[in-house]
Protein backbone atom coordinates (compact mmCIF):
# COMPACT_ATOMS: atom_id res chain seq x y z
CA UNK A 1 0.00 0.00 0.00
CA UNK A 2 1.08 3.61 -0.73
CA UNK A 3 3.43 4.78 2.41
CA UNK A 4 4.51 8.19 3.06
CA UNK A 5 7.14 7.98 6.15
CA UNK A 6 8.89 11.13 7.77
CA UNK A 7 11.37 11.42 9.44
CA UNK A 8 11.71 12.34 13.14
CA UNK A 9 10.52 15.08 15.45
CA UNK A 10 13.25 18.30 15.52
CA UNK A 11 14.34 20.96 17.17
CA UNK A 12 16.44 23.97 16.54
CA UNK A 13 17.49 27.29 17.53
CA UNK A 14 16.74 30.49 15.67
CA UNK A 15 18.45 30.99 13.01
CA UNK A 16 19.45 27.06 12.31
CA UNK A 17 18.09 25.37 9.36
CA UNK A 18 16.27 21.86 9.45
CA UNK A 19 16.05 19.15 7.11
CA UNK A 20 13.59 16.76 7.01
CA UNK A 21 12.65 13.70 4.81
CA UNK A 22 9.68 12.02 3.40
CA UNK A 23 10.21 8.24 2.12
CA UNK A 24 7.81 6.74 -0.09
CA UNK A 25 6.97 2.94 -1.21
CA UNK A 26 3.64 1.17 -2.46
CA UNK A 27 3.67 3.51 -6.29
CA UNK A 28 6.28 4.54 -8.78
CA UNK A 29 7.71 7.64 -7.08
CA UNK A 30 8.47 9.51 -10.74
CA UNK A 31 4.81 9.32 -11.15
CA UNK A 32 3.38 11.80 -8.41
CA UNK A 33 4.08 15.09 -7.30
CA UNK A 34 5.38 15.16 -3.23
CA UNK A 35 4.04 18.66 -1.60
CA UNK A 36 4.89 19.95 1.70
CA UNK A 37 2.58 21.96 4.30
CA UNK A 38 2.96 23.30 7.10
CA UNK A 39 0.32 23.32 10.29
CA UNK A 40 1.11 26.04 13.13
CA UNK A 41 -0.22 24.62 16.87
CA UNK A 42 -4.51 25.03 16.63
CA UNK A 43 -4.19 26.91 13.49
CA UNK A 44 -5.02 25.41 9.76
CA UNK A 45 -2.90 24.12 6.79
CA UNK A 46 -0.32 26.27 4.94
CA UNK A 47 1.19 24.99 1.60
CA UNK A 48 4.78 25.07 1.10
CA UNK A 49 5.29 24.25 -2.40
CA UNK A 50 5.90 20.80 -4.42
CA UNK A 51 8.76 18.44 -6.07
CA UNK A 52 7.98 16.42 -9.34
CA UNK A 53 10.30 13.50 -8.42
CA UNK A 54 10.71 12.40 -11.81
CA UNK A 55 12.09 16.01 -13.05
CA UNK A 56 13.74 17.50 -9.68
CA UNK A 57 11.13 20.85 -11.15
CA UNK A 58 10.09 22.59 -7.94
CA UNK A 59 7.59 25.00 -7.07
CA UNK A 60 7.26 27.44 -3.81
CA UNK A 61 4.74 29.10 -1.87
CA UNK A 62 6.19 33.31 -2.51
CA UNK A 63 6.27 33.56 0.82
CA UNK A 64 9.03 30.88 1.74
CA UNK A 65 10.52 31.28 -1.46
CA UNK A 66 14.47 32.95 -0.39
CA UNK A 67 14.52 30.23 2.71
CA UNK A 68 12.87 26.46 1.30
CA UNK A 69 14.97 24.08 -0.84
CA UNK A 70 13.25 20.86 -2.24
CA UNK A 71 15.27 17.75 -3.21
CA UNK A 72 14.68 13.99 -3.86
CA UNK A 73 16.47 11.02 -4.03
CA UNK A 74 15.27 8.63 -6.60
CA UNK A 75 17.38 5.91 -5.57
CA UNK A 76 15.97 5.53 -1.98
CA UNK A 77 12.62 7.33 -3.39
CA UNK A 78 12.94 10.08 -0.86
CA UNK A 79 11.86 13.63 -0.70
CA UNK A 80 13.98 16.40 1.62
CA UNK A 81 12.56 19.76 2.41
CA UNK A 82 15.37 22.03 4.32
CA UNK A 83 14.06 25.46 6.08
CA UNK A 84 16.41 27.62 6.73
CA UNK A 85 16.96 30.99 9.18
CA UNK A 86 14.32 29.69 11.02
CA UNK A 87 12.56 31.50 13.25
CA UNK A 88 9.97 31.01 16.12
CA UNK A 89 6.89 31.29 14.01
CA UNK A 90 8.08 28.24 12.27
CA UNK A 91 7.49 25.96 14.49
CA UNK A 92 4.78 23.76 13.45
CA UNK A 93 4.18 19.83 12.20
CA UNK A 94 5.11 19.85 8.65
CA UNK A 95 3.77 17.23 6.79
CA UNK A 96 4.61 16.10 3.15
CA UNK A 97 1.79 15.07 1.00
CA UNK A 98 1.62 13.40 -2.67
CA UNK A 99 -0.72 14.30 -5.87
CA UNK A 100 -1.02 12.93 -9.43
CA UNK A 101 -0.92 16.27 -10.77
CA UNK A 102 0.48 19.95 -9.87
CA UNK A 103 -2.34 21.84 -11.82
CA UNK A 104 -5.97 21.81 -11.87
CA UNK A 105 -7.65 19.04 -10.11
CA UNK A 106 -4.84 18.26 -7.67
CA UNK A 107 -5.63 16.42 -4.69
CA UNK A 108 -3.73 15.52 -1.63
CA UNK A 109 -4.53 11.52 -1.28
CA UNK A 110 -1.77 10.24 0.55
CA UNK A 111 -0.26 11.91 3.35
CA UNK A 112 3.03 11.60 5.60
CA UNK A 113 2.30 11.54 9.02
CA UNK A 114 3.92 15.10 10.04
CA UNK A 115 6.57 15.95 11.64
CA UNK A 116 6.86 18.63 14.51
CA UNK A 117 9.57 21.36 14.42
CA UNK A 118 10.36 22.77 17.74
CA UNK A 119 12.11 26.62 17.62
CA UNK A 120 13.63 27.47 20.64
CA UNK A 121 16.74 28.97 22.04
CA UNK B 1 -4.87 33.98 -5.31
CA UNK B 2 -8.14 32.78 -3.80
CA UNK B 3 -9.18 32.82 -0.57
CA UNK B 4 -11.35 30.27 1.45
CA UNK B 5 -13.69 30.65 3.86
CA UNK B 6 -15.67 28.16 6.28
CA UNK B 7 -18.61 27.90 8.54
CA UNK B 8 -19.43 27.47 10.90
CA UNK B 9 -15.71 27.98 12.68
CA UNK B 10 -16.92 24.94 15.17
CA UNK B 11 -20.00 23.09 15.74
CA UNK B 12 -21.23 20.97 18.38
CA UNK B 13 -23.39 17.54 17.34
CA UNK B 14 -24.52 14.19 18.70
CA UNK B 15 -24.12 10.89 16.96
CA UNK B 16 -26.92 10.46 14.46
CA UNK B 17 -27.08 14.52 13.60
CA UNK B 18 -26.83 15.35 10.21
CA UNK B 19 -24.23 17.75 9.45
CA UNK B 20 -23.52 20.33 7.25
CA UNK B 21 -20.27 22.44 6.65
CA UNK B 22 -20.37 25.64 4.13
CA UNK B 23 -16.98 26.71 2.36
CA UNK B 24 -17.10 29.58 0.08
CA UNK B 25 -14.47 30.81 -2.24
CA UNK B 26 -13.43 34.14 -3.34
CA UNK B 27 -14.21 33.74 -6.61
CA UNK B 28 -15.84 30.62 -9.43
CA UNK B 29 -13.75 27.35 -8.78
CA UNK B 30 -16.11 25.47 -10.55
CA UNK B 31 -15.86 21.93 -8.79
CA UNK B 32 -12.21 22.13 -8.10
CA UNK B 33 -13.29 21.64 -4.51
CA UNK B 34 -11.52 18.98 -2.29
CA UNK B 35 -12.34 17.90 1.71
CA UNK B 36 -10.82 16.81 4.60
CA UNK B 37 -10.76 15.04 7.62
CA UNK B 38 -8.03 15.53 10.25
CA UNK B 39 -8.14 13.90 13.42
CA UNK B 40 -6.34 15.79 16.14
CA UNK B 41 -2.46 14.75 16.27
CA UNK B 42 -3.15 12.91 12.57
CA UNK B 43 -2.63 13.89 9.27
CA UNK B 44 -5.51 15.28 6.66
CA UNK B 45 -7.04 12.54 4.99
CA UNK B 46 -9.28 12.94 1.77
CA UNK B 47 -12.62 12.80 2.15
CA UNK B 48 -14.24 14.45 -1.35
CA UNK B 49 -12.84 15.32 -4.54
CA UNK B 50 -14.00 17.38 -7.09
CA UNK B 51 -16.77 18.57 -4.39
CA UNK B 52 -18.70 15.98 -4.96
CA UNK B 53 -16.96 12.77 -5.79
CA UNK B 54 -16.24 10.58 -2.53
CA UNK B 55 -13.09 9.08 -2.03
CA UNK B 56 -12.08 5.37 -2.26
CA UNK B 57 -13.06 3.76 1.06
CA UNK B 58 -14.64 6.93 2.54
CA UNK B 59 -17.95 6.09 4.11
CA UNK B 60 -21.01 6.99 2.00
CA UNK B 61 -22.19 9.15 4.64
CA UNK B 62 -20.00 11.52 3.83
CA UNK B 63 -21.09 13.75 0.53
CA UNK B 64 -20.39 16.79 -1.16
CA UNK B 65 -22.46 19.58 -3.20
CA UNK B 66 -21.73 23.15 -4.78
CA UNK B 67 -20.11 24.81 -7.63
CA UNK B 68 -18.75 28.23 -8.26
CA UNK B 69 -18.03 30.19 -5.04
CA UNK B 70 -20.05 27.88 -2.72
CA UNK B 71 -19.25 24.37 -1.13
CA UNK B 72 -21.18 21.90 1.62
CA UNK B 73 -19.69 18.80 3.20
CA UNK B 74 -22.54 16.59 4.72
CA UNK B 75 -22.53 13.98 7.26
CA UNK B 76 -25.98 12.07 7.34
CA UNK B 77 -25.82 10.48 10.41
CA UNK B 78 -22.21 11.16 12.73
CA UNK B 79 -20.78 9.21 14.07
CA UNK B 80 -17.85 9.12 17.17
CA UNK B 81 -15.00 8.43 14.75
CA UNK B 82 -16.39 11.81 12.88
CA UNK B 83 -15.29 14.33 15.21
CA UNK B 84 -12.85 16.12 13.65
CA UNK B 85 -11.89 19.09 11.58
CA UNK B 86 -12.74 19.64 8.39
CA UNK B 87 -10.81 21.17 5.69
CA UNK B 88 -11.87 22.43 2.62
CA UNK B 89 -9.44 23.26 -0.42
CA UNK B 90 -9.60 24.11 -3.90
CA UNK B 91 -7.51 23.11 -6.81
CA UNK B 92 -8.96 25.57 -9.68
CA UNK B 93 -6.24 28.33 -9.48
CA UNK B 94 -2.99 26.50 -7.92
CA UNK B 95 -0.36 27.50 -6.90
CA UNK B 96 -0.83 28.24 -4.32
CA UNK B 97 -3.25 25.44 -2.71
CA UNK B 98 -5.68 27.49 -0.54
CA UNK B 99 -7.07 25.84 2.25
CA UNK B 100 -10.04 26.86 4.31
CA UNK B 101 -9.51 27.73 8.29
CA UNK B 102 -11.36 24.48 9.34
CA UNK B 103 -14.38 23.57 10.88
CA UNK B 104 -13.94 21.27 14.36
CA UNK B 105 -17.00 19.79 14.91
CA UNK B 106 -17.11 18.34 18.56
CA UNK B 107 -19.85 16.17 20.91
CA UNK B 108 -22.71 18.09 22.32
Known amino acids: QVQLLQSGAEVKKPGASVKVSCQTS????????IHWLRQAPGQGLEWMGW????????KYEQKFQARVTMARDTSIRTAYMELRTLRSDDAAVYFC??????????????WGQGILVTVSS | DIQMTQSPSSLSASVGDRVTITCRAS??????LNWYQQIPGKAPKILIY???SLHSGVPSRFSGGGSGTEFTLTISSLQPEDFATYYC??????????FGPGTKVDMK
Open chain 1, 97 to 110: ARTLRAGLGARFDH
Open chain 1, 26 to 33: GYNFPDYY
Open chain 1, 51 to 58: INPGTGAT
Open chain 2, 27 to 32: ESISTY
Open chain 2, 50 to 52: RAS
Open chain 2, 89 to 98: QQSYSVPPFS
